[in-house]
């Protein structure tokens, strides 16, 4: 290195010359964090969502290049969070796109010490005969003290924090459609 570039790498000289006196804007900054730029830059685009975790409901941005997403934050305009999101929210990106995502339906059957594979459609059709057979088997027409029942207190149904709106709804309809009434969410709990 020629000695006009050594000194021109010397911090006091650098201070100097990049108006910083203080050290405490580009002077100290390094070549790489130089040229760090936000991940949020490279996106085609950026979506407005909802946070699915919870019922608090807070707003984020969705980053998307080439149809995959590739970055999540809070959404300033949201009043409800003013783009703050918890830890869940900030790691809502690995709900999309995990490693650990599992793709398959997992299945242990009775006793059984490892988990299988199923088909969705095989999975399916053994949750449908299930309920099938349990409502049949432990069906009420009427109460203990002899009033309508119509129901079955055999089946109960625990939703999840990520089910949104529109599917607690489809799922409750369904529950009261078979007369199961013991219909729950962890968001409740
Ligand atoms: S960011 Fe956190 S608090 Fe907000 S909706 Fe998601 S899980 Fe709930």
């Known amino acids: 290195m020629k000695l006009g570039e050594a000194l021109a790498c010397w911090p006091v000289v650098r201070q100097l010359r990049e108006g910083d006196p203080l050290g405490l804007g580009r002077a100290a900054q390094s070549e790489r964090s130089r040229a760090l730029k936000p991940r949020s830059d490279e996106a085609d685009h950026v979506v407005q969502s909802i946070c699915p975790y919870c019922a608090g409901g807070c707003g984020q941005l ?3 290049k080439d149809g995959e997403v ?3 934050e809070g959404d ?4 409800i969070s003013r783009g703050r999101l918890c830890p869940k929210g900030q790691a809502s990106k690995s709900y999309v796109q995990s490693p ?4 398959k339906v997992k299945y242990r059957r009775p006793y059984g010490t490892h988990w299988e594979e199923l088909s969705l459609d095989e999975a399916m059709e053994m949750i449908a005969q299930r309920i099938v ?6 069906w009420e027409d009427e109460t203990e003290d002899g ?13 999840g924090a990520t089910l949104d709106n529109e599917e607690n709804y489809l799922i409750k309809k369904l529950c009261v459609g078979l007369g199961i009434v013991q219909v729950e969410n962890q968001a409740r709990i």
Request: hydrophobic share 35%; aromatic share 4%; charged share 20%.
């Open 62 to 64: 969705v980053h998307v």
């Open 70 to 72: 590739t970055h999540i």
């Open 133 to 138: 057979d349990t409502r049949a088997e432990n």
């Open 100 to 103: 650990l995502r599992e793709y």
């Open 76 to 79: 300033p305009a949201s009043p």
């Open 147 to 159: 009033n309508p029942a119509n129901r079955t207190m055999a089946i109960g149904n625990l939703g």
